[in-house]
C-alpha cells in the first residue's frame, strides 16, 4: 500500500496518483535537489523533527485556563482534542486575532469558540519538505503530528525545521 504524503489516503502500490486528492504519489514531479539541504528536506521524516508531546485540552476548556496554561508551559499552542482525536489548535495567533484585549471578559469561553478547527495535520512518516510545504501554504507555525489512524503523536513547529535546518547546514550540507 502507498500512503499519499498530503491527505493520508491508502492506494494500491504502483499507482500513480492519489485516488483520494489526485497528488502524485512519487517525487518525480518535484524538481531534483541542487544541495544536501534540500536533498535532505526531502529525505528525512518528520519524526527525525522529534516532535514534542502535545498539550492538550478539551474543547470545553476556558480559554483563560487555555491562555495560563500556555504561559504557564512557555508554549506557542494547545492541541484541542476529544480524547487522541485531534479536533482543533489554539495558538498565540488564534489569541491575538480571536481574543485580543477582550481576554479578561471573554475567559469563561470555551476555547472552541476561539480554535481554528480541522487543523492540517501530519504524519511523522512524511518528508520534512511537505511538512514545511504544509506550514507554509496554510500560512501556520504549528502542525499536529498524527498516527496512521488520526491519533495525536505530537507537535512541530517552525522553529523545529529551523533548529533542524541550522544542524544540516552546519554539517556541510548546503
Known amino acids: 500500500m502507498l500512503i499519499c504524503q498530503f491527505c493520508f489516503d491508502e492506494n494500491i ?3 500513480e496518483h492519489c485516488e483520494n486528492c489526485g497528488q502524485p504519489l512519487d517525487d518525480s514531479h518535484l524538481r531534483p535537489p ?4 534540500e536533498r535532505s528536506l526531502l529525505a528525512d521524516r518528520v ?3 522529534g516532535p514534542k508531546p502535545a ?4 474543547p470545553t476548556t476556558p480559554v483563560g485556563e487555555v491562555l495560563r496554561l500556555m504561559v504557564e508551559r512557555k508554549i ?5 482534542a ?4 485531534p479536533v482543533g489548535i489554539f495558538s498565540e495567533r488564534d489569541a491575538l486575532r ?3 484585549s477582550a481576554a479578561a471578559s471573554l475567559a469563561s469561553r470555551p476555547v472552541s469558540e476561539f480554535m481554528t478547527s480541522s487543523p492540517e495535520t501530519m504524519m511523522a512518516d512524511a518528508k520534512i519538505a511537505f511538512a514545511v510545504q504544509r506550514m507554509d501554504l496554510g ?4 502542525l499536529p503530528i498524527v498516527e496512521k489512524q488520526g491519533d495525536l503523536v505530537g507537535v512541530i513547529s517552525a522553529r523545529d525545521i529551523l533548529q533542524y535546518l541550522t544542524d544540516v547546514m552546519s554539517r556541510g550540507a548546503v
Open 47 to 49: 519524526s527525525r523533527l
Open 139 to 142: 500560512g501556520f507555525r504549528h
Open 76 to 80: 506557542g499552542c494547545v492541541v484541542v
Open 13 to 15: 502500490d504502483g499507482a
Open 34 to 37: 541542487m544541495t544536501a539541504a
Open 82 to 85: 476529544r480524547g487522541v482525536r
Open 98 to 100: 480571536k481574543i485580543g
Open 55 to 58: 498539550v492538550t485540552v478539551a
